[in-house]
């Protein structure tokens, strides 16, 4: 009678032992899978007519923007692959004008890898078309500002050791408002935002279901 009660118990603690392993596996399948998406701002955005200190037709006439994109991966144990880099910058005027957002420059950046916790920039001068440049003028000299959007689209894969996710689309935009010196008004870097709920761990589900499908085998 002991003995069978002997051998009860370590089976038992066998089949814990087992579960507990299960367990620590999906754990760290599911915290080694986990992805960040990269972390978009736009640090500085210039308009050279809008600088009303400077009054040369030059300056004037110039419609070259000039911005200044950072990317950061903010993982320190997976690399970002980037696809081009599509973005779309538009005009929405004064912020109490309900213009409706006009585009006036796209700039695709190229792809390119960036590896574990690295940070990227691109400072590129965009030719714009179709802004509406006296009443933008008229605007920041009277002391408003003028709103521009920026728009970001683009397609990463995350490499998690040696192998590649695959692709996930990155959408994400800001509201830039400009001043009388033609540049942002906020001096720090204007961080993109994706304009639906952020799904900062896209591959929890997949986690999830991993813990999920060990659990149903172990009931
Ligand atoms: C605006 O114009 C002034 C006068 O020419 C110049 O000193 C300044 O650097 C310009 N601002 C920017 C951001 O280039
Ligand atoms: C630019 O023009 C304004 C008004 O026309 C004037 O007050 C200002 O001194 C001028 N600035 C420069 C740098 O010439
Ligand atoms: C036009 O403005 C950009 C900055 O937005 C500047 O880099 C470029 O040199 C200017 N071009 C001319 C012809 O002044
Ligand atoms: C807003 O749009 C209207 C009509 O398109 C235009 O007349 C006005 O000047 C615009 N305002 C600004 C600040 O650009
Ligand atoms: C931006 O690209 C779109 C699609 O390629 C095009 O229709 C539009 O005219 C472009 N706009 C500018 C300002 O270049
Ligand atoms: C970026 O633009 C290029 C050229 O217009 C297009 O082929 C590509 O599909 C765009 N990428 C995304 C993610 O929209």
Redesign the pocket.
């Known amino acids: 009678m002991s003995d069978y009660s002997h051998g009860g118990g370590g089976c038992f603690r066998c089949c814990c032992n087992f579960i507990l392993t299960l367990g620590l596996t999906a754990l760290f399948l599911w915290l080694s899978l986990r992805v960040t998406k990269p972390s978009c701002s736009i640090e500085n955005f210039?308009?050279?007519p809008l600088n009303t200190t400077d009054n040369s037709t030059?300056?004037r006439n110039?419609h070259?923007?000039?911005f200044d994109l950072r990317l950061k991966n903010e993982m320190k144990d997976k690399g970002v692959g980037y696809g081009a880099i599509n973005l779309t910058f538009f005009y929405g005027g004064a912020p109490n004008n309900n213009n409706n957002s006009l585009p006036i420059a796209n700039y695709s950046v190229p792809s390119f890898y960036q590896g574990h916790g690295k940070k990227a920039r691109r400072k590129e001068?965009v030719q714009t078309y179709g802004v509406p440049w006296e009443a933008a003028y008229r605007a920041v000299s009277t002391g408003s500002t003028v709103t521009f959007r920026v728009r970001l689209v683009t397609r990463v894969r995350y490499k998690i050791l040696f192998w590649y996710t695959k692709r996930h689309t990155l959408k994400v935009g800001a509201n830039l408002d400009v001043n009388n010196y033609g540049e942002k008004v906020n001096k720090k870097g204007i961080r993109l935002k994706s304009g639906s709920p952020e799904h900062f761990h896209r591959l929890a589900p997949l986690g999830l279901s991993i813990v999920l499908y060990f659990l149903v085998l172990l009931l």
Request: overall charge neutral; proline content about 10%.
């Open positions: 210039y308009l050279p030059t300056t110039n070259t923007l000039y001068l």
